[in-house]
């Protein structure tokens, strides 16, 4: 078989190798850095759901109780960890923190799950929180934050 | 030079870095989405327990509720419940009764 000038049968069969593998490379890589921008997205969602929720149970904001549901204790005259106003989570209503916002709370219990509020919306996760109730009951429950695109 | 076998030295060099490359791509460290969300919990549910000096059997009670069964261990007073994982995160808090040990699954 006749030899070409510039490229021989196996040079071509290995360019034809080496395209291709750049090819599956830079799908490949494609591929990676979609993903790690959602998980990033999402990491980022999380840790503002974390970060909201520990607001809203470890400080107390009476004026805007979306930010700070905490029990004050008169007794020890101090806001509790941890320990949930009931009167005013009941007063939480949906607010937007910039790029997401709070579009839910929800308690729950070993049998039971109780919305106090929740607005549809768009890419939503939430994190759940252990807490004390007080309230005309008190009680432990699980406080469940639902956080989504604003 | 004359080859007997089906591929070069050079090739199966080639191969060997190109999965070495696809598989250090692979194994990038995941977000610690997960981590950051259980230390939450640990923490919640060490601080409650300390709040109210709850005994290990209503720990284990929340802690189902909370984390599911089988997703952690308790230790309080010299007692023990739950499983030994063979990678788990430790949280622990100086409550009244002694100290709360609380092992969550990584």
């Known amino acids: 078989m006749a030899r070409g000038f510039i490229l021989s049968s196996d040079a071509l069969i290995a360019s034809l190798i080496l395209l291709s593998t750049l090819l599956v490379v830079a799908n490949f890589i494609s591929i990676l850095t979609l993903s790690e921008k959602a998980k990033y997205e999402n990491f980022e969602k999380v840790a503002f759901a974390s970060s909201l929720s520990s607001a809203i149970i470890k400080t107390r904001n009476e004026t805007n109780p979306s930010t700070g549901a905490a029990y004050y204790n008169e007794e020890k005259r101090r806001v509790e960890s941890n320990v949930v106003d009931e009167e005013l989570l009941s007063k939480i209503v949906p607010q937007s923190f910039g790029r997401y916002g709070l579009f839910g709370i929800y308690e729950r219990s070993q049998d039971s799950r109780r919305e106090i509020f929740f607005q549809s919306a768009k890419e939503c996760i939430f994190v759940e929180r252990f807490v004390i109730i007080r309230g005309t009951i008190k009680r432990k429950a699980v406080l469940g934050v639902i956080v989504c695109e604003a | ?106």
């Open chain 2, 1 to 106: 030079m004359k080859h007997k076998g089906i591929f070069t030295i050079e090739a199966i060099i080639c191969f060997f870095t190109i999965a070495a490359i696809t598989l250090v791509i692979i194994s990038q460290p995941q977000t610690p989405t997960q981590y950051f969300v259980q230390n939450d919990k640990a923490s919640d549910l060490l601080i409650v327990w300390a709040t109210r000096g709850d005994t290990i059997e209503e720990m284990e009670k929340d802690a189902n509720m909370f984390l599911g069964k089988g997703e952690f261990r308790i230790e309080y007073r010299q007692k023990s419940i739950g499983e030994i994982f063979e990678h788990e995160i430790v949280r622990e808090i100086e409550a009244e009764g002694g100290k709360i040990k609380l092992f969550l699954r990584n």
